[in-house]
Structure formats: C-alpha cells, structure tokens
C-alpha cells in the first residue's frame, strides 16, 4: 500500500525516487508487519552499506599520507580484513541460523565496527590495527547474512525478492551518500574523518536495527527451517536438515560454482581497468577510478529495484542469464580501448550485472534452503567460496596481464565469465515458485530440488 510523505521519503528520493509503497504483512499467517520496522530495516540496508565495508582503501591512504607506513605494512593491515572475513564467513552463518537475538548481535557487530574506526586513529601501531581490522573482518562476516535473515523473517518468501531489492536499492544509495560524505570530510576537515564518518554510520545502523520489532520477526523463517504459515493453518514444527542434505544439492552446489566463476572474472576487472587508465594517462586517473566507481553505483540502483520486481514475474534464472551474459560482454568492451572516457562507460555494465547478483543470489539460496534451516550458514559457505574466488581473481590475473598486456588480461577474464555462464544455463534450473497456497502465498517449486529434513 502506498505510504503518505514521512522521513523515509527523503531517502527514498536519494535512491532515484524509486521507491513505490511498502509491503505491510508479515511472514506468518498474514500477520500485519509495523511500518516502523519496515522503516527501519530501510535504514539499517542504508547505513550498513558502509559499515559493511568499513574503512576500505581509505586506510592505505591514511596510513600513507598521515603516519608515512611503507606499503609491506600498508598490505598487511589491509589484508588482515579480508582474512578475516573469509574465515569467519561459515561460522558467523551458522551463528546466525542458531540465535533469535539476531537484531543485537548486528548491533554488536556495527559496535564492533565503530570502536575500531576511532581507536585506529589513536593507537596507530601495525600489531594494533591489524587486530582491529581483524575484528572489522569478523564483523563484516556477520553483517550480510544477518541483514538477509532479518528481511527474511520480517517479510517472508513470498515478499522476499521485491523486499531484497528494496534493500539493495537503499544499500547503494548508502554507498554513494557516504563515499561523497566522507571524501569531502577527509579533504576539507581531516583524514581522520574518514573514519569518523564509518563510525557514525554504524551508530546509525544500531539505532535502525533496534528499531525493528522483535515481534515482527519469525526466527525460525528467518532460518528457512520451514515455509509461512497461512492463514487458518495449524503451524508444524520447523524441521532442521543435516549437512549431508545441503551437499547432496546439485543445483545448490552448481549454483555456488557458477557465482564463485562469476566473481573469479568480475574481481580483477575494474582493478585493471584503473591500472590500464593509469598507463595509458596517468593524471587524473584516481578521478576516472572514482567515476567508474560512481556510475556503477548509479546504474545498481535501478538495476536493483527491478530485479526486485520481477524476480517473481520473469523468474530468477532469466534475470540471472542476463547478468551472467554481460559479464563476458564487458570483459571484451575493455580490449577496445585504454581511454578513461571509454572505460568509465563501460563500467557502467557492472552496474547491471552486480545490480542483479546482490539482490537474487540470497533469494536463490533461500529457494534452494527453504525447509532446512540451514540458510545463513549455507549464505556464509558460499560466501567464503566467492572471496577466494575474487582474491584468486586479482593474483591470476595479475600474471597473465605481465605475460600477455592488458587485452590479453581481460579476454582471459571474459573467458572465465563466459564458462561461468555456461555452467549456470546448464546446471542451474529455474527456482522461482510454480504455485502457490493460501493467503500468504506460501512458494512451492515443483521440480526444484526438496532436501529433506533430518536431524542434523
């Protein structure tokens, strides 16, 4: 139903004035779901978005240019989250699937994130910022799959995909909001601002999570231990499936390979694209990198909203296709030219195919999950797969463009989107519900692979 003006429209006009309505019911027996907490997890997907990636690449920055590390200490500290983050990924699932104070434990965790942002600009020692980027790592781990956990619960499967896209919509609206917020605080105030900026995102993120009714979220649908209940129908124990039965998918395991392909060719592109602008016109080329950066963004947003929309009318693996093929498309683009000009218009095809994949690959897994109770922990395993996929992207990579210039460089990487591709068309099937039941249109999937529960 659509909403009157409030707070929320201001955001909702950042993101391109995109937005329509808001979904009221909730996941179990067409139980009205507040509108404050709806309100509230749009902010949360706004504020988080920075928290998410914490400080970045404005730390080698800040250690270079205001406390004079070598780059070997610069690499360290700044790898130390992406390690982190790996190693936690799983288990931070598997927490996930496990609590029902999941609203305080993404608190806990953007605390976490705030703490560390202000106390590295006071103990900047290498032993000490690497624990903190550590703990940043950990923190990280367990911000996505528990954001995709809330939505869940509060909205079910039904709702999901136009919910999910709603989410990514406010996501990279936050993502631009404070890349500019903090650019201009750390060129006009302090380098330390950039820190600062991350920190109050994360206080914004906690006053946004805990603002969500507790009662407005279903735990063990937020698992996927079991489907919504309709209206009139007795509720039935959630059940919890075993290891073995997630591993037992193939379509599960096929879609996990096909998303760690994905990523293996999209992770090095725009870093070579940016060392490319560079060789060929090394002034200004931190500008074009931040305008790629920037269109991407933009061209997300849209790209987001629709996917929302029409995941359940096209269905996921259409949309899915479309992604997986413009993969390949840019990898190719970036061959014809090293002109900042025409390298930025390119970027502007990762808009597409990264728009698609943040809102559908969760609503996959939740398809391929429904019924186990296994879903974070299944959202944090692939997770893992895909960052080492991306960090072997960039080692890789690297080395063919040494033996080969950078054409030779990004057609590998189109190679590599083309067989993720390729493996998707043939081994992923369509996911999206075939029918439906009762009011709250409980999803059914007639043909997609139904793991059976066991006790695990």
Known sequence: ??????????????????LKGNPQFGATGGKPVSKRSLRALDWANFFLSDVRDGIGPYLGIYLLA???WDAGSIGVAMAATGVATVVAQTPAGALIDATTHKKLLVSGASLVVALSCILMTVYVTLPVVVFFQILMGIAAAILLPATAALTLGLVGYARYPRRQGRNEVFNHAGNMVAAILAGLAGQLIALEWLFYAVAISALGSIVSVMMIRTKDIDDELARGARGEIAEGEEETPAQISGFKALFASKPLLIFALSIVLFHFANAAMLPLAGQSMTAASPSGASTYMSACIIIAQLVMIPVAKFTG???????????????????????????FSASPYWIVGVQALDGIGAGIFGVLWVIVVADLTRGTGRYNVTLGAIATAVSLGAALSNLVAGYVVNWTGYPGGFLFLAACAALALIVFYFGVPETRPTSLRGDDRTPRAPGRLELAAASG
């Open 1 to 18: 139903m659509a909403e009157g003006p409030n707070a929320n429209d201001l955001l909702t006009t950042l993101a391109g004035g995109l």
């Open 66 to 68: 205001s406390h004079h």
């Open 309 to 335: 929309d029409r995941a359940d009318s096209w269905g996921r693996r259409p949309l899915f296709l479309i992604a997986f093929s413009v993969l390949p498309i840019r990898g190719l683009l970036y061959t």
